[in-house]
């Protein structure tokens, strides 16, 4: 099994607190898993599990208190903690594959002595394993220490907060797999990163621009628009009021028509019938990130709003 879902301590927390009804958070790739978790609970304990059948992109998407009177435990996987919540378990999905060979392979590519190392929450506890490998070839591993939102050395979608340490690294490792972490970190460094991906063993070089140019193509589609929808989620851990004040002032500054728009998830299927020119999305930047060519209205970070109409006075 490539991962570990901790069902033993599951079944330790779920004996010790008695809980009548626990609910499951999974992320959309490991939802898949759903049906080992519920079985395991009903066999092994006494309580009622409910899957969580939205989308989970992170650990922002923890009930809100409103939603928790209907629980007495929640099972956030695949994340770590973001935000303090009460009742609530997170457990990381650790992967089992190693790491070392790959990290190896990738630092042998890296130019320089000091070389960064950024992971993702799967890989987080092999990171001593990933900085032996890099001091077996006379390297020097850096990583970030860390803050209140992310762990040493991990990157969220939402956060390169780990980059900042790193950019002083001559050389920048990503160990994991797929397309987006990947370019968000060559994004953020501003350069060139050596990928190593432990399901594979391939290593591969990720260079930023894609998301410049993408970023563009989203700005100039929304150019003439005249009214826009500030998008938020009922998410405790994607609430930005300051962020959304400070979008909300400068798009009226500019002469814009300012509205407010909540939903419980942000799909093309709700926004693309709303009577908005275009859309800010004060939620998870992948929404806008990864699935910005499937809504037919413009769909737009915060940073990328204010640019548009800034830009306009140029």
């Known amino acids: 099994m490539k991962y570990n879902l901790e069902l033993e301590r599951v079944v330790e927390r779920i004996k010790r607190d008695s809980p009548s009804r626990v609910l499951i958070q999974l992320p959309e790739g490991m939802k898949t898993k759903s049906k080992e978790i519920m079985e395991t609970i009903k066999e092994e304990t006494n309580a009622e599990a409910v899957l969580d059948g939205g989308m989970i992109w992170g650990a922002c998407c923890i009930p809100t208190k409103e939603e928790m009177k209907d629980y007495d435990l929640v099972l956030h996987f695949g994340h770590t903690e973001m935000i303090e919540a009460e009742n609530t378990m997170y457990l990381p999905i650790k992967s089992n594959l190693e790491v070392h060979e790959v990290t190896k392979k990738a630092a042998e590519k890296a130019k320089g002595e000091k070389i960064g190392i ?17 001091r077996e070839l006379g390297k020097t591993p850096v990583t970030y220490p860390g803050n209140e939102r992310v762990r040493e050395a991990q990157v969220l979608g939402c956060s390169f907060d780990s980059t900042l340490e790193v950019k002083k690294a001559d050389s920048l490792l990503f160990i994991g797999s797929g397309k987006f972490h990947p370019q968000g970190v ?11 991906n432990p399901y594979n063993g391939e290593v591969t070089t990720v260079k930023p621009g894609q998301w410049m140019k993408e970023k563009e193509i989203r700005k100039d589609k929304a150019r003439n628009a005249k009214t826009f929808a500030l998008i938020t989620t009922k998410h405790p851990g994607q609430i930005d009021t300051p962020l959304l004040k400070e979008t909300k002032k ?32 004060n939620a998870c930047p992948r929404i806008v990130l990864d699935d910005w060519k499937n809504y037919e209205k413009p769909i737009l970070l915060p940073s990328e709003a204010k640019e548009l109409v800034n830009a306009k006075d140029r």
């Open 250 to 281: 400068t798009l009226r500054e500019k002469g814009k028509k300012v509205y407010e728009v909540k939903m419980t998830e942000i799909t093309p299927n709700k926004v693309n019938y709303l009577p908005f020119d275009a859309f800010v999305i």
């Open 118 to 134: 950024v992971t993702l929450t799967q890989h987080l506890h092999k990171l001593p394993d990933m900085k032996k490998a890099v």
């Open 186 to 196: 060559a994004n953020a460094v501003g350069t060139e990163i050596i990928q190593g």
